[in-house]
């Protein structure tokens, strides 16, 4: 995939407004009304042949949505890092990776497509290959992190204890 999507940004725009697609510019929705399918972008990476199955269901608004990756994407990683237990020989190539993502700032990393069908939504989501690895960053951080309800060794009232 591209480094930086906002050449096919610019590309899917200008093919919505050429076909006559209403465009609603939105915040990515897929999931949280309902039902989601996804497009397979991997196998069909084309977005026209997702709008043309999109206009073949009678769709003619669509939910255009981007992410830009920010610093403050990198930050909060770098936070949720230093709040992980984590051993040195793991946190250092974990650190030089977020080290190494700052110089996508500002770079679109995924845009979104979708439309709503009976109770569905139709998503075509496509992001580049570094977005995905940050997220497996993530992933990788999140694994570090103590699981909720974990707490101090030393019982509710931190150091007494009582055989009572």
Known sequence: MKQ???TLKS??????????FVV??????????????YWDVNRYPDFRLFLNAARGAGAKL?????R???????EEAVDRLEECDVPPDDRRPIERRLREM??????????ELSFDREGRTYVYDLHTEWFAEF?????????????????????PIGGYFSRN
């Open 4 to 6: 930086n999507l906002d």
């Open 11 to 20: 590309e899917i725009l200008e093919y919505l407004e050429g076909e006559g």
């Open 24 to 37: 609603f510019h939105g915040l990515s929705h897929a999931g949280e009304h309902g039902p989601s399918v």
């Open 62 to 66: 669509i939910n255009f949505g981007h």
């Open 68 to 74: 830009e990756f920010s610093e403050e994407a990198v």
């Open 102 to 111: 700052r110089m996508y700032q500002g770079f679109t990393c995924g845009i």
């Open 135 to 155: 997220l497996d960053t993530l992933d990788e951080i999140d694994s570090y992190m103590p699981s909720e309800g974990e707490e101090d060794e030393e019982g």
